[in-house]
């Protein structure tokens, strides 16, 4: 059983598109943490969050944490293909205990 | 800065046998955690090391095991190997600061195949 859910598993748009990604929990966390995983590689942090509500951008990222600190979003606005990847979120339990969601595989056609 | 470093980077086992996997962290970096991801499961925590120390451990069986060395490089060993062990083992270093959640860093992994 995995203790953060994403949805969707698997997502396959067009240049351009916009795109929102899921990650629910039954838990809180202290902080939530986004990565994006490329073939071959480990993962690359993107963004954490740590205040319920909290909202942050990068480019054309935009990342949101729960009131309550159960879930998070990322949406993507205008996806390119470099956006292709495994993006996953990840909640800290324990200070430095992560738990990872199963993850969404993003693939965007130019 | 040199990145995280993880050796080797392929390995070949066959059920029964042991294996010890290697992970060098950021210089300066003195937690290291490792996961390990599979199709199946996803990313999961295996345990985390501080200061020549097991601080954080996740629900794997005893064949997992771990050690940190005064200079921070980890090592991983799984005895008695299974097919279900074939993974990506990834290795993350983070500077830690107590009370927040610090950047964790990954290597590449190391993809161990069991026969």
């Known amino acids: 059983t995995q203790l953060l859910e994403q949805s969707p598993q698997f997502l396959s748009i067009q240049e351009g598109e916009n795109l929102t990604v899921y990650c629910n929990s039954s838990?809180?966390?202290?902080?939530l943490q986004w990565y994006r995983q490329e073939p071959g590689e480990g993962p690359v942090l993107l963004v954490t969050?740590?205040?319920?509500?909290e909202v942050k951008k990068l480019k054309r990222l935009t990342f949101q944490f729960g009131d309550a600190r159960k879930d998070s979003s990322l949406h993507i606005t205008a996806a390119q293909p470099g956006d292709t990847g495994l993006y996953l979120c990840?909640?800290?339990?324990?200070?430095?205990?992560?738990?990872f969601g199963s993850g969404t595989k993003l693939n965007v056609k130019p | 800065k040199a990145g995280v470093t993880q050796t080797p980077r392929y390995l070949i086992k066959t059920r029964g046998q042991q294996v010890t996997l290697s992970c060098s962290p950021i210089?300066?970096?003195?937690?290291v955690s490792w996961y390990q991801q599979t199709p199946g499961q996803g990313l999961q925590f295996l345990f985390e090391?501080?200061?020549?120390?097991?601080?954080n451990k996740g629900n794997f069986p005893g064949r997992f095991s771990g050690r940190q060395f005064s200079n921070s490089r980890s090592e991983m060993n799984v005895s008695t190997l299974e097919l279900g062990d074939s993974a990506l083992y990834l290795c993350a270093s983070s500077s830690w600061t107590s009370g927040r959640t610090d950047t964790q860093y990954f290597g590449p992994g190391t993809r161990l195949t069991v026969l």
């Open positions: 090391y501080f200061s020549e120390t097991q601080r």
């Open positions: 990840a909640g800290d339990y324990n200070f430095n205990k992560f738990y």
């Open positions: 969050v740590v205040t319920g509500g």
């Open positions: 838990s809180v966390f202290s902080s």
């Open positions: 210089s300066g970096h003195r937690s």
